[in-house]
C-alpha cells in the first residue's frame, strides 16, 4: 500500500484548504480510505473516512459541517476539503487506508506521510 498526501499549508482562521492523498491502483480500488491527524502534544484523531464506492463517508463531530471527504477512483485520490478552518485544526494530517470502517476510524492499518496544515488566528 502506497499513500502520499500533499496539499498542506498555512492558512488564516476561517480560510480554505483542500488535501490530496494519491494512492496505488489496487489501494484506492480495494481500502476504505481516511484522514487522520495529530496536533502537537496530543494524540492521533481521526478526521473522516471514505467507502471504496464513494458513496458513504464518515466524520469527526469536530469537522462536520467543514470538512468535505471525496474520492476519484479513476485517479486513484482522496481528497479533504477543509473550509471555515479553525486554529484548532492545526495539525498533521495523515492519509489512512483500511480493509473496514471501523479500523479506518479507529486503528488504520495502512498510513501514509503526514502533510503539515496550520491555521493561524
Known amino acids: 500500500v502506497q499513500l502520499q498526501a500533499c496539499g498542506g499549508g498555512l492558512v488564516q482562521a476561517g480560510g480554505s484548504l483542500r488535501l490530496s492523498c494519491a494512492a496505488d491502483?489496487?489501494?484506492?480500488?480495494?481500502?476504505?480510505m481516511g484522514w487522520f491527524r495529530q496536533a502537537h502534544g496530543k494524540e492521533r484523531e481521526f478526521v473522516a473516512a471514505?467507502?471504496?464506492?464513494?458513496?458513504?463517508?464518515n466524520y469527526a463531530d469536530s469537522v462536520k459541517g467543514r470538512f468535505t471527504i471525496s474520492r476519484d477512483n479513476a485517479k486513484n485520490t482522496v481528497y479533504l476539503q477543509m473550509n471555515s478552518l479553525k486554529p484548532e485544526d492545526t495539525a498533521v494530517y495523515y492519509c489512512?487506508?483500511?480493509?473496514?470502517?471501523?479500523?479506518?476510524?479507529?486503528?488504520?492499518?495502512?498510513w501514509g506521510p503526514g502533510t503539515q496544515v496550520t491555521v493561524s488566528s
Open positions: 489512512v487506508a483500511g480493509e473496514t470502517l471501523e479500523v479506518v476510524t479507529t486503528q488504520p492499518r495502512h
Open positions: 471514505i467507502m471504496w464506492s464513494g458513496g458513504s463517508t
Open positions: 491502483k489496487r489501494t484506492s480500488s480495494t481500502y476504505i
